[in-house]
């Protein structure tokens, strides 16, 4: 089989890549958009087509959803699979979503329901994965681990750079107390995503008059003003709050490393590691911390994000907060634990940093099932059988 895997630099790549030649697939790489991030549309085109017409390829795959990917294989009469690892993923709400030559992947269920109607029969749920095996060669390769050794560790943004909710200017008191006691209540409920449910037509209207350069995709006739606001503005707030707050919790009440490139100059309590290179620093940060914590981006509704994937595959242990999915994959304390509120945070915090060899037994519950169950190659089989079975 030969497989063309258009490449824009996602941190999921090398691994996709690895598990295509552990199968077999001969895979050719187009790669202009790594390193010209202002490729315009028109360039993307002449770059597929230019290698479409090079080769004789049986499908066409990349990390998310590119609708002039889609656009350029449907006129060519080769499938697509795009298999997406982010959400929201607004996108996924263009018209380029209903191509016959698409076969899409969504990690979160609620996403995946959101978009399936649009394209009956091409659209599935697939959850994400990690790579053990690459995890476990830098982790011994490290000889001296306890330059990342932590009692909590949190790596990832906390949101401050991604909240144009901020933007928002002489919001009527109403509205303003509206949506701040809605986000207020979003935070303390994990597992269902309501905001969805509390945007209506007169908030749309007044949100809208009040957020310049309010966000409006071209192209995208699937996607309504209630998800812009709900998963995109309001959610991305929220992600902020819960995370900004979570962090001062804990730094309050135990040492909390935090690594990120968000700005925490007004969180003096909060010890920021700075960036983790993700192939490097990253695998030895979570097998070395005695908690490693998971904050789930609201706009991931259900499913559960890389993060929860990749602290597994390092054997480290996690702790996270209550997505609706994990049950299905996880048995809740003894692959991982999770969260269900502040006070419970703090009380499993205590818990596990008195009993680190219980973390320990747990964390390697959930590295084993990942090995036998999760990884970038269990994904990709799973993906190809399912894009060559419907072809037939």
Known sequence: MKLLFYRYGSICEPFVLNAFSELGIEVTELTPEMTNKHMLPSDVVQAVNHALLSDNFDLVFSINFFPVVSDVCN???IPYAGWSVDAPVMELYSKSVTNPCNYLFLFDRYQYQDIAPLNPGHVFYLPLASDPAFMQSVIQKNCDKRTYSSDISFVGSLYT???????????????????NGIMAAQQKIYGYYFIDELITQPLIDTFKSHMPGYYTPPNAPFLTDSAIISQLYIGNKITSLERIALAKLLAANYSLDLYTGSDTSNLTEIH????????????????SSTINLNITSKGIRSGIPLRIWDILSCGGFLLSNYQSEIPEYFTIGEHLDIYESEEDLLEKCNY?????AHAKEIAQNGLSLVLEHHTYRHRMEQLLLTVFESKL
């Open 272 to 287: 920021n590691c700075g960036l983790a290179k993700t192939m490097t620093e990253m695998p030895l940060i979570f097998h």
């Open 352 to 356: 596990y940093l008195s009993h680190p």
């Open 161 to 179: 750079e991604k909240t144009a909710y901020d933007k928002l200017q002489d919001l009527p008191d109403y509205w303003s107390g509206y949506l």
């Open 75 to 77: 006129i060519f009469h």
